[in-house]
């Protein structure tokens, strides 16, 4: 399957494996499905939940990229957890400051993007 690979610049011929690969430690992430660059080694997940998988859950993340989105997950879950807005409108906010009709973490390329979205989070977030 051709993914977008943040490290590579490009989408690469991901290879479709598993967790015991990815993560050998985590016998609980041991039958998830995860797609693989092979050239960089960076990888990313699978909506396994659904009735499509392996889905990937978005491009393929260089390691600070992967952090970055976890850092902004910790501000934005927050919010629609609280109910102070719902998960569909915060999704909708970002987009909107972003200029995009649609948003999604698993989506961000590079970690100027995420910076961007942590600082529209953070704005919600007050």
């Known amino acids: ?18 967790g015991r690969e990815i993560y050998p430690h985590r016998r609980d992430l041991s039958r998830l499905p995860f797609w693989k660059c092979d050239s960089c080694k960076n990888f990313v997940g ?7 998988p392996p889905t990937p859950l978005g491009c393929i993340p260089t390691p600070e990229i992967k952090n970055a989105r976890q850092q902004i997950h910790r501000v934005l879950d ?3 957890k609280s109910k102070r807005m719902s998960r569909k409108q915060v999704y909708r ?3 909107d400051q972003l200029g995009k009709s649609t948003y999604h973490t698993a989506e961000i390329r590079s970690v100027e993007e995420a910076r961007t ?3 529209i989070v953070q704005e919600l977030a007050q």
Not at 46 to 52: D, E, I, N, Q, V
């Open 78 to 80: 927050p919010i629609w």
């Open 117 to 119: 979205v942590y600082r």
């Open 1 to 18: 399957m051709k993914i977008c690979c943040c490290a590579c610049g490009e989408d690469v011929s991901a290879r479709l494996t598993t």
């Open 46 to 52: 699978c909506h396994h939940k659904t009735s499509k």
């Open 93 to 95: 906010a970002v987009a």
